[in-house]
């Protein structure tokens, strides 16, 4: 399946427990003042690639703890992310997604195009925008201090955001 990266990192320890392979996807609409990532923003940037090939990469690295949706936005390409995420948790790896949106509009309309398939596959979510003004270099894997880092499944389970300590 296609899936539209800025690029990836082989052995990130900055983008959520352990060491992760990051896929930075392509596209995001939310552009936020002073965001990390500002050449991700374009929907037509970057390159296409084909999730079997991001598999492969993944599956090279015996060190890995999980894998780090980043972006760009990945739900805005969530179906291609759901199909690679249920692959990558079969090797027993889990899941940080980022994402601009925020839990509560992800849930509510889960049925909108892969957003409820993405979130099933996500064990960790940071949610919401990079605030510039409430930037924040003390708290792990977020950076700006609106952001959560939120227990997806039991998110899913009880119908609304459950944060959980990083």
Known sequence: MELRIAGTVNDSIVDGPGIRFTIFTQGC???CKGC?????????????????????KIKSNPLLDGVT?????????????AY?????????????TY???DFEELYK????????ELLEVTDILIDGKFVE?????NIKFR????????????????????EAEP
């Open 29 to 31: 609409p939310h552009n």
């Open 36 to 56: 990390h990532n500002p050449q991700t923003h374009a929907f037509d940037g970057g390159e296409l690639t084909d999730t079997d090939v991001l598999l492969e």
């Open 69 to 81: 949706f980043s972006g760009g936005d990945p739900f805005c390409q969530a179906i291609p992310l």
């Open 84 to 96: 690679l995420g249920r692959q990558i948790k079969e090797l027993g790896l889990n899941i940080v």
């Open 99 to 101: 994402t601009g949106y």
């Open 109 to 116: 309309n889960r049925e909108h195009n892969g957003w409820g």
């Open 133 to 137: 003004e409430l930037r924040d270099w």
């Open 143 to 162: 950076g700006s201090s609106n952001q959560r880092y939120i227990d997806c499944p039991e998110s899913l389970k009880h119908g609304r955001a459950i």
